[in-house]
Nanobody
Framework: QVQLVEFGGGLVEAGGSLRLSCVASGRTISSYAMGWFRQAPGKERDLVAGISSSGGRTYDADSVKGRFTISRDNAKNTVYLQMNSLKPWDTAVYYC????????????????WGQGTQVTVSS
C-alpha cells in the first residue's frame, strides 16, 4: 500500500507560479504511474497531468498544456507539478494519485490518492 501526501498549495495571484510536491511512503513508486488531478467546487475530479513509471512519458490536459509540467524523482519517492501562468480557473483542490500497472493517461487507472492541497488563484 502506498501513502501519498501533497505539499505546496496556497494562494497566488493570477500569472504567478506554484510547485506542488507529492511525497510517497510505504512503497517505492518506481513501478507506479503517477498523476495529478484537480477538483473545483461543484465539478468532477479531472486528470491534469500524468507521468509514466520511468518518467519518460507524460500526459497534460489541454487546459494546462504549456503551463503545467509534471516530473518525478524516483530516488526521492516524489512527484512534482510545476504550475506557471496560473489562471483564476485553476483554483481547485489538487490531488496526487498513483497507479500500479495502469496507464498514466487514463483517469480510471489511479487507485491510490492523497488528501489533496488547496490552490487558490486570485484575479
Amino acid at each position: 500500500q502506498v501513502q501519498l501526501v501533497e505539499f505546496g498549495g496556497g494562494l497566488v495571484e493570477a500569472g504567478g507560479s506554484l510547485r506542488l510536491s507529492c511525497v510517497a511512503s510505504g512503497r517505492t513508486i518506481s513501478s507506479y504511474a503517477m498523476g495529478w488531478f484537480r477538483q473545483a467546487p461543484g465539478k468532477e475530479r479531472d486528470l491534469v497531468a500524468g507521468i509514466s513509471s520511468s518518467g519518460g512519458r507524460t500526459y497534460d490536459a489541454d487546459s494546462v498544456k504549456g503551463r503545467f509540467t509534471i516530473s518525478r524523482d524516483n530516488a526521492k519517492n516524489t512527484v512534482y507539478l510545476q504550475m506557471n501562468s496560473l489562471k483564476p480557473w485553476d483554483t481547485a483542490v489538487y490531488y496526487c494519485a498513483a497507479s500500479r500497472g495502469g496507464a498514466y493517461y487514463s483517469p480510471t487507472s489511479y487507485t491510490y490518492w492523497g488528501q489533496g492541497t488547496q490552490v487558490t488563484v486570485s484575479s
